[in-house]
């Protein structure tokens, strides 16, 4: 038996990170590889071709910065009634291909996965929630294996409780509330907001969801993207009930995307084509009063049916204020008409500006003109508001959104509900029409009057808090330090083994 010399080599670490293919997955667990690296770590990105276009010229600028990050591109492998070139889930990806693609990702190009960890020989491992196998893949090659979740740890509490104490169960219809037990706050919900795996125990996703909490606990710890000043408690809780290491690194994306080219190209920032013969998104804003004007936008998932999208039209229109409204590609022909109109309308008589597709929401959200969002709820759209010091209209959807909504309105107070009953799957309409005069009053609420100032004195205490987090000495600063040093132990650790 014999020991290696160590010194000196534990310092450097070398990561490998595998973010998922949803945007709302992959943009956060990108920005999470840019902090490691931004703080030394050596960090390798696998990902497919299409994927990486989305965030390759932040890559490459950090490359330029001297910090150590790359791509490592892995081809899609051919799987029968995939379409050529779709590699991504996303609002215009169908229930069928969206499973193809899973199967794609988590059947064959695994194996090409785990010969490139053989090949670059990491020090541990982050991996997207979604991909589970990799915790066996961590294990086998004996390094750490760290876990994103996505979601906040708010909404993962409550889901524990709903798994271990089944109080949806218990109620007579669909729309009497319920208490949710063994939180820190008395947290009512009906059975039509929670997901449908809590209703069905043979839906996909719920055997899913148990194989992520799963390969969780056999994980060395978990990482969260929001910060302590947010959701402290439910950190605490977190912890606690499910006995797992976790690390709270947020906000993430004002942390690594600190100027404007960083925040302008996230995404598919880059297609955004600025006024496509029209005047641009900036120079609309730049001609609004500060905090006059309402940010509109459901995230990257979201389809809406024709008869929604005629109320949110007229709700914007009634609701007296200016608006940027981003809408996602429309197939039918009855609702793109319809928005196309609405458009030359409200951009004739300067009360609005819609965006067709992907908006540059950072730069948005830090502009002054900007006084409040109206938000499904998506976790990193939540956390980039609250990060800008902006108050909200909830309008959940799908996933967690409807427990972030109880956060953010009851918990919090940084937000007024637009009310919304009806939990749905990302890929369906489904039944409730929310309508126009529900939507006006919230954001009139929002917008102006003495809960306005509330909901803003509040969120913008909330704001410096997240700025604080980020600074040297801070909350996420510490978290990160932490789970970097923790990280170099266990390296350390394993280079002091003796060899046998
Ligand atoms: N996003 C963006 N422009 C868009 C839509 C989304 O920049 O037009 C970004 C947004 O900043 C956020 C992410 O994409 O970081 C969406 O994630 P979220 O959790 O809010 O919603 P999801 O897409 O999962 O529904």
Request: aromatic share 10%; net charge negative; proline share 4%.
């Amino acid at each position: 038996m014999e020991s290696i010399g160590v010194e000196g080599e534990y310092e450097k670490l070398k990561a490998i990170f595998l973010p998922f293919i949803t945007p709302s997955h992959l943009v956060p667990v990108v920005d999470i590889a840019r902090i490691f690296a931004m703080h030394g770590v050596d960090v390798t990105i696998i990902t497919t071709p299409a994927n990486a276009a989305v965030f390759q010229s932040s890559i490459d600028r950090d490359a330029s910065r001297g910090r150590s990050i790359r791509t490592h591109l892995v081809k899609l492998p051919h799987v029968p009634g995939l379409p050529e070139g779709v590699e991504t889930i996303n609002a215009t990806t169908s229930k069928d291909t969206g499973g193809k693609l899973f199967e794609a990702l988590n059947k064959t190009i695994q194996t090409q996965f785990q010969q490139l960890f053989h090949q670059y020989k990491p020090d541990f491992l982050v991996s997207d929630m979604f991909y589970t196998w990799s915790v066996d893949a961590a294990a086998e090659l004996g390094i750490p294996r760290l876990i994103y979740v996505g979601g906040t740890y708010f909404a993962h509490c409550a889901m524990d409780s709903l798994e271990r104490f089944e109080p949806h169960k218990k109620v007579e219809s669909d729309d009497e509330s319920f208490l949710i037990p063994g939180l820190p706050y008395n947290m009512e919900m009906t059975r039509s907001q929670i997901p449908v795996r809590f209703k069905k125990t043979d839906d996909p996703f719920s055997y899913l969801m148990k194989m992520v909490k799963e390969s969780e606990k056999r994980s060395h710890g978990s990482l969260f993207k929001s910060f302590y000043a947010f959701e402290g408690a439910y950190e605490e809780l977190y912890r606690k009930i499910t006995g797992t290491k976790s690390w709270n690194v947020g906000p993430i994306s004002s942390w690594v995307n600190q100027d404007a080219s960083d925040k302008g190209s996230r995404g598919h920032g880059k297609e955004v084509e600025e006024g496509k013969g029209k005047v641009g998104w900036l120079a609309w804003l730049n001609s609004k009063q500060k905090g006059s004007v309402v940010y509109v936008c459901f995230g990257s998932m979201n389809s809406f049916s024709a008869t929604q999208i005629t109320e949110i039209a007229q709700g914007l229109e009634d609701c007296g204020h200016d608006f940027i409204w981003v809408v996602r590609k429309i197939d039918e022909d009855e609702s793109r008409v319809l928005v196309e109109e609405f458009e030359k309308r409200v951009e004739g008589n300067k009360k609005g500006y819609l965006i067709w597709g992907w908006a540059p929401q950072l730069l948005i959200l830090d502009h002054p003109a900007v006084g409040g969002v109206v938000t499904h709820c998506g976790m990193n759209t939540v956390i980039e508001t609250v990060d800008a010091g902006l108050p909200m209209v909830t309008w959940p959807l799908f996933a967690e959104q409807f427990f972030n909504e109880r956060l953010l309105v009851d918990v919090l107070k940084i937000a007024v509900p637009v009310g919304a009953t009806e939990w749905k799957s990302w890929s369906e309409f489904g039944d409730e029409i929310v309508e126009r005069e529900k939507i006006a009053k919230a954001i009139s609420l929002l917008m102006a009057g003495e809960e306005c100032e509330k909901l803003r004195r509040r969120v913008k205490a909330l704001s410096d808090e997240a700025k604080k987090a980020i600074q040297i000495g801070g909350s996420s600063y510490n978290s990160l330090k932490d789970v970097i040093q923790e990280m170099k132990s266990l390296k350390l650790e394993k280079l002091k083994k003796p060899v046998t």
